[in-house]
């Protein structure tokens, strides 16, 4: 890994948490590392983002202390705060395993988009911060990617510095059993839920049109406008509409002047709608169901 951090000239060095070699390691897999992300775009709106920051930072640290008595490796990575915890689940023999193998679950897994694992330390990031984490970081077991102190990050030029070193100690974080055991029952009530509604209000018409898709298009918003653009909008409007380029592009384009309006859109939307229109094959709309488990900050407010 030396040599390769060497000839990369320590630019964009990251380590996946969750390495494994071959598929059939996936299913050994068990959660073993937490990890966090604070970013600087979460205060942008703040007069002091870095002291609002820093609270955040605070806050996380002292709940994470008080349910698993973890003390983590924090790093300032440029534009914000990653956090690493080392953590175990043990059986009551001691053992580590995985969350697989716990028959309690069982049930939970055909609502999931994701294993166990993935979902796991999705759902321990957004309980030590109480939701106030990157919204659009989702670590899973494939793309666990954590920075390595004193490489740069190239996007802001700035070396990955060590602002708490980890205490050594991989912590029992069984305490976080019953909390995820409830986020599941949840997110299965919600799943269920979706399926009803769409069952029932059939959001696929004859005429080609998803309702709640259309309400969006009348509808400008303040955040979530590149994941709006990539997942639903284009493949909605080109694929199932079947538009033109030239018509998608100036229904996209007056929308994202709305956005705008109501909340400064920080890229350059004409020229990124080209970039996916040329990238847009013949995918479809995000469902319901799948944007609840993917993006869920912009399902709620969908809902609303």
Request: proline share 5%.
């Amino acid at each position: 890994m030396m040599n390769y951090f060497k000839q990369a000239n320590s630019r964009d060095c990251r380590i996946n948490g969750y390495p494994f070699h071959h598929e059939n390691e996936r299913m050994n897999l068990y959660p073993s590392f937490i990890f966090i992300d604070l970013d600087l775009s979460l205060c942008s709106s703040c007069k002091y983002p870095i002291r609002k920051l820093d609270y955040i930072l605070k806050q996380t640290l002292k709940k994470i202390k008080k349910e698993i008595d973890g003390h983590p490796t924090v790093l300032w990575t440029g534009s914000g705060y990653h956090i690493y915890q080392p953590i175990k689940i043990i059986t009551k023999d001691n053992e580590k395993q995985s969350l697989e193998n716990f028959s309690e679950f069982n049930e939970f897994i055909p609502f999931l988009r994701n294993d166990l694992t993935t979902e796991f330390i999705r759902f321990a990031s957004k309980y030590f911060t109480n939701n106030k984490g990157d919204p659009k970081h989702n670590p899973s077991i494939y793309s666990c990617l954590i920075r390595i102190p004193e490489s740069i990050n190239s996007k802001y030029n700035e070396k990955v510095k060590i602002i708490q070193e980890w205490d050594g100690i991989e912590v029992i974080a069984t305490a976080l059993v019953l909390p995820f055991m409830d986020h599941l029952i949840q997110l299965k009530i919600e799943v269920e839920e979706v399926k009803k509604r769409e069952v029932k209000s059939s959001f696929l018409k004859d005429n080609k049109k998803i309702l709640w898709i259309e309400k969006l298009l009348d509808t400008p918003i303040e955040d979530h406008r590149y994941f709006c653009l990539w997942h639903i909008l284009i493949p909605y409007l080109k694929n199932i509409k079947r538009l033109s380029e030239n018509e998608v592009f100036s229904i996209l384009v007056e929308w994202l002047d709305r956005c705008d309006r109501l909340n400064k859109v920080k890229w350059r939307y004409p020229q990124r709608i080209k970039e996916q229109l040329r990238k847009g094959k013949g995918y479809l709309p995000i469902s319901l169901e799948n944007l609840m488990k993917e993006n869920y900050e912009l399902y709620k407010l969908l809902q609303d």
